[in-house]
T-cell receptor, first 113, second 109 residues
Framework: DGGITQSPKYLFRKEGQNVTLSCEQNLNHDAMYWYRQDPGQGLRLIYYSQIVNDFQKGDIAEGYSVSREKKESFPLTVTSAQKNPTAFYLC????????????FGPGTRLTVL | RKEVEQDPGPFNVPEGATVAFNCTYSNSASQSFFWYRQDCRKEPKLLMSVYSSGNEDGRFTAQLNRASQYISLLIRDSKLSDSATYLCVVGDNTDKLIFGTGTRLQVFP
């Protein structure tokens, strides 16, 4: 059963803490992405990776970091430098390029207390 | 001007109605076009890609008008289960996907 999984589904963080959101896919896709979604706004790209051990900043990368050590995995760390981290975080993957169809994981809802 | 613009709605329609959404995009060199559906507090799911010649999938029809730079989604015979937010997504010539903010559809009995 192929797909994208994200964990945890809900995450609460105290101010000043770093947290890491997990994203795993078994679709054998090369490209993976992280987006955040805020009410009334379209999805905004945080980081993307088109190949293992390589990743690029998206439109709103400040305060976030990623790694791509394995093709299947693309974890996102929300650091204490991110000023407004409360949001819905979505991981996606696509076969090759960024304009290929992207498939999304179920998301992680992060709340900063 | 936003890169991808959609009417936020909500569109409130009775079951069985036909409803259409439009989405305009600003980059005339855009190459790929999609409609996604997003249920409340869930992830977006691909509804359909949009091809130059237009395409249909059951009750759903998508059209692309390159001259006027818009895409449309037509839903016939609306069902209660069609209630969701519909996201217009455009792939531009810099290899980037731009997401619209979505159009909310509410189908009532």
């Amino acid at each position: 059963d192929g797909g994208i999984t994200q964990s945890p589904k809900y995450l609460f963080r105290k101010e000043g803490q770093n947290v890491t959101l997990s994203c795993e896919q078994n679709l054998n896709h090369d490209a993976m992405y992280w987006y955040r979604q805020d009410p009334g706004q379209g999805l905004r790209l945080i980081y993307y990776s088109q190949i293992v051990n390589d990743f690029q900043k998206g439109d709103i990368a400040e305060g976030y970091s990623v790694s791509r050590e394995k093709k299947e995995s693309f974890p996102l760390t929300v650091t204490s430098a991110q000023k407004n981290p409360t949001a819905f975080y979505l991981c996606a993957s696509s076969l090759l390029s960024r304009t290929d169809t992207q498939y999304f994981g179920p998301g992680t809802r992060l709340t900063v207390l | 001007r936003k890169e991808v613009e959609q009417d936020p709605g909500p569109f409130n329609v009775p079951e069985g109605a036909t409803v259409a959404f439009n989405c305009t995009y600003s980059n005339s060199a855009s190459q790929s076009f999609f409609w996604y559906r997003q249920d409340c507090r869930k992830e977006p799911k691909l509804l359909m890609s949009v091809y130059s010649s237009g395409n249909e999938d059951g009750r759903f029809t998508a059209q692309l008008n390159r001259a006027s730079q818009y895409i449309s989604l037509l839903i016939r015979d609306s069902k209660l289960s069609d209630s969701a937010t519909y996201l217009c997504v455009v792939g531009d010539n810099t290899d980037k996907l731009i997401f619209g903010t979505g159009t909310r559809l509410q189908v009532f009995p």
